[in-house]
């Protein structure tokens, strides 16, 4: 299965600057707008929907999306388009699930009971925060640290995804392979919010 990877476009989807190359499946980790609002979303959304090289199209929501926190499912996408909140789909036999990342839950606690709820039988991992200790040092003010969840990647450790798919930390960037995960940051935007990286298409 080919996947291509993408994160962190807030609001700038239009203006991805290279052509997008096929895949099965597109996945994009979150934070799609930049105010959060529900026209951003829409506009997205139907961004989204036009894009024909993609068999299925995958997305969760970021702490920048916030019209989406509680949102049980969406109305009119359609079948091959996945908004995943909290639940998975399977596709090939491959179980996605999605971890979306809101500011509400984070601060309420919720966010780390969340994680618990990550099915075992997941293939692939769609987050918005990344694991602790892979590709997740930015330098914001305090000087370069990790700034993962400690959690979260000890549920990849132990249920072994073929993939964990995520963003948010822009200039962290990149790709690790790790006992067999294939670890992917797909922020295109950097911390500057000039896209200064490409779409990643990953084959698991």
Same mark, same amino acid.
């Given at each position: 299965?080919?996947?291509?990877?993408?994160?962190?476009?807030?609001?700038?989807?239009?203006?991805?600057?290279?052509?997008?190359?096929?895949?099965?499946?597109?996945?994009?980790?979150?934070?799609?707008?930049?105010?959060?609002?529900?026209?951003?979303?829409?506009?997205?959304?139907?961004?989204?929907?036009?894009?024909?090289?993609?068999?299925?199209?995958?997305?969760?929501?970021?702490?920048?999306?916030?019209?989406? #926190?509680?949102? *049980?499912? &969406?109305? =009119?996408?359609?079948?091959?388009?996945?908004?995943?909140?909290? +639940?998975? !789909?399977?596709?090939?036999?491959?179980?996605?699930?999605?971890?979306?990342? #809101?500011?509400? *839950?984070? &601060?309420? =606690?919720?966010?780390?009971?969340?994680?618990?709820?990550?099915? +075992?039988? !997941?293939?692939?991992?769609?987050?918005?925060?990344?694991?602790?200790?892979?590709?997740?040092?930015?330098?914001?003010?305090?000087?370069?640290?990790?700034?993962?969840?400690?959690?979260?990647?000890?549920?990849?450790?132990?249920?072994?995804?073929?993939?964990?798919?995520?963003?948010?930390?822009?200039?962290?960037?990149?790709?690790?392979?790790?006992?067999?995960?294939?670890?992917?940051?797909?922020?295109?935007?950097?911390?500057?919010?000039?896209?200064?990286?490409?779409?990643?298409?990953?084959?698991?």
């Amino acid at each position: 299965m080919k996947i291509l990877h993408i994160s962190d476009t807030h609001g700038f989807h239009h203006d991805i600057n290279q052509e997008l190359p096929a895949a099965d499946v597109l996945v994009h980790s979150g934070d799609f707008t930049w105010g959060g609002s529900e026209a951003e979303a829409v506009d997205f959304m139907n961004w989204l929907i036009g894009l024909t090289q993609f068999r299925h199209k995958v997305f969760i929501a970021g702490n920048h999306d916030d019209c989406m #926190y509680q949102a *049980d499912g &969406i109305q =009119g996408l359609p079948d091959n388009v996945h908004f995943l909140q909290h +639940s998975s !789909v399977v596709i090939d036999e491959i179980r996605f699930y999605g971890l979306p990342l #809101y500011m509400e *839950d984070s &601060i309420s =606690g919720r966010y780390e009971m969340l994680i618990d709820e990550i099915p +075992s039988d !997941v293939g692939v991992l769609v987050s918005h925060q990344p694991p602790f200790g892979l590709l997740d040092i930015t330098d914001y003010c305090n000087g370069p640290r990790n700034h993962g969840s400690k959690k979260l990647k000890d549920i990849v450790v132990s249920y072994r995804p073929k993939a964990h798919l995520f963003g948010h930390e822009h200039s962290a960037n990149g790709l690790v392979i790790e006992n067999g995960i294939i670890y992917s940051n797909a922020s295109l935007l950097d911390d500057s919010y000039k896209q200064t990286y490409n779409p990643r298409l990953i084959e698991i």
